[in-house]
């Protein structure tokens, strides 16, 4: 008996070198089923677009084969619609756990808008590497450009359905990205973020947007689970805080759409929140 690795249908995986962080990059990409039918080929593959809405995905390793089987079901009932999937993520050793903490720790630098000594510490003594944090900047200029160039110029992709979904420090990242380039994206899904990291970043990066923006042309929807909650985890109360404080500015453009779900911690709601995110981003 012979055994081989377990693939997502209709995949491809390809490695990308930044010159913006000086980073390789471990890109996997799935197409709708139907991406190349006609538009009349029977069901489901049927009504296919000239050209198709992006998701991208952080944390790939851990979430583009959960998003894309999310995604590619949910179409096949007609209220949403296929999407391609860009998961971006780390290189990968072929022990699992070696993998694992790898791409754990390389996150660090990527998905972290400034740098928190204390963290990088304490994460350098549990997994025994150096791990370095706030590089989000450079994390952005390699998603807006290179990624999404790459993305646009070699696949039949809507640049004006972009959709960035992230959680935990995924969604820390995908809000600093609506406040520094609010126009990359047309949805962003906004899972449990870290709003705590980096003596509460995100909320005097809001601030101080608020008072040169009027305008933030974006559709958010941000979630979180019952169970992020503790006497040392405040991720609820600080989520929906965000989100009043985001709403009572009026911004002209914001669409923000936020829900907790019942009985889900920190690690659960990541499956039924991208869920709920997608169907919003993909709805016809």
């Known amino acids: 008996m012979t055994s081989e690795p377990v693939t997502v ?39 296919t677009p000239a050209k198709w809405s992006v998701v991208y995905v952080l944390d ?7 998003v894309t089987d999310i ?8 209220s949403t619609s296929d999407a391609i999937v860009v998961g971006i993520g780390y290189p990968e050793d ?12 390389r996150r660090n630098a990527d998905l972290t808008p400034v740098r928190d000594e204390a963290e990088e510490k304490s994460m ?19 998603i807006k450009d290179e990624l999404i160039p790459m993305i646009e110029k070699d696949f039949r992709a809507d640049p004006s359905r972009r959709i960035l979904v992230g959680h935990s420090y995924g969604g820390l990242f995908a809000l600093f990205s609506l406040f520094e380039a609010s126009e990359l ?31 933030l042309p974006a559709n958010v ?12 985890d405040t991720t609820m109360t600080d989520t929906l805080r965000l989100a009043a404080i985001m709403q009572g500015r009026k911004y002209e453009g914001l669409s923000l759409v936020k829900q907790v779900f019942q009985d889900q911690n920190h690690c659960e709601v990541a499956a039924v929140g991208f869920q709920g995110g997608l169907k919003r981003a993909l709805k016809k």
Request: aromatic share 14%; with cysteine; proline share 6%.
């Open 60 to 66: 790939g390793n851990q979430y583009f084969g959960l």
């Open 94 to 105: 072929r022990d699992p756990i070696e993998a694992f903490r790898e791409y754990f720790t």
């Open 9 to 47: 249908l209709g995949s491809e995986l390809r490695m990308m070198d930044s010159k913006h962080t000086g980073r390789q990059y471990r890109i996997t990409i799935s197409l709708p089923l139907g991406y190349s039918r006609s538009p009349d080929e029977g069901w489901p593959f049927n009504n």
């Open 124 to 142: 350098e003594a549990q997994h025994k590497r150096p791990v370095p944090t706030g590089d989000s900047g450079n994390f952005l200029k390699f």
């Open 221 to 232: 929807y941000l979630y979180v689970g019952e169970l992020e909650e503790d006497i040392h």
């Open 185 to 215: 994206f047309n949805a962003l899904i906004v899972g449990s973020p870290t709003l705590s990291y980096g003596n509460r970043f995100t909320f005097q990066r809001e601030e101080a947007f608020a008072k040169e923006h009027k305008q």
């Open 71 to 78: 995604i590619r079901p949910m179409a096949w009932c007609g």
